[in-house]
């Protein structure tokens, strides 16, 4: 059983920065992707960012040039550095783990139980 836990999310002002953590439990992490999702109220949890087993990255349009995911293979951890943060960043921060390959639009894999970004303006 995967089990995943984010932290650092809290309340920031319009142009500030925060750094999502998300530490996952079991060796099975160095063979996997992780990303970072989230889901603002009343709307559809979608993609910000993933990184490969092989450290090929990819951002949501929204996020480019403002977030920066990496990894940590000896601390089974996923970060999210987020910078230039903009009122319509607030949402839950959810991290995942899957196989690569899988469809980033898919909702498969592991997840965390989220960690709330606001962004006050």
């Known amino acids: 059983q995967v089990r995943l836990v984010e932290s650092g999310g809290g309340l920031v002002q319009a142009g500030g920065s925060l750094r999502l953590s998300c530490v996952a439990s079991?060796?099975?992490?160095?063979?996997?992707?992780m990303a970072w999702y989230r889901q603002a109220p009343g709307k559809q949890r979608d993609l910000v960012a993933a990184?490969?087993?092989?450290?090929?990255?990819m951002y949501a349009d929204s996020v480019k040039d403002r977030f920066t995911i990496s990894r940590d293979n000896a601390k089974n951890t996923v970060y999210l550095q987020m910078r230039s943060l903009k009122a319509e960043d607030t949402a839950v921060y959810y991290c995942?783990?899957?196989?690569?390959?899988?469809?980033?639009?898919?909702?498969?894999?592991?997840w965390g139980q989220g960690t709330q970004v606001t962004v006050s303006s």
């Open positions: 079991g060796s099975i992490f160095r063979i996997n992707a």
């Open positions: 990184v490969t087993t092989r450290g090929s990255v």
């Open positions: 995942n783990l899957r196989a690569d390959g899988i469809n980033w639009q898919s909702m498969a894999g592991s």
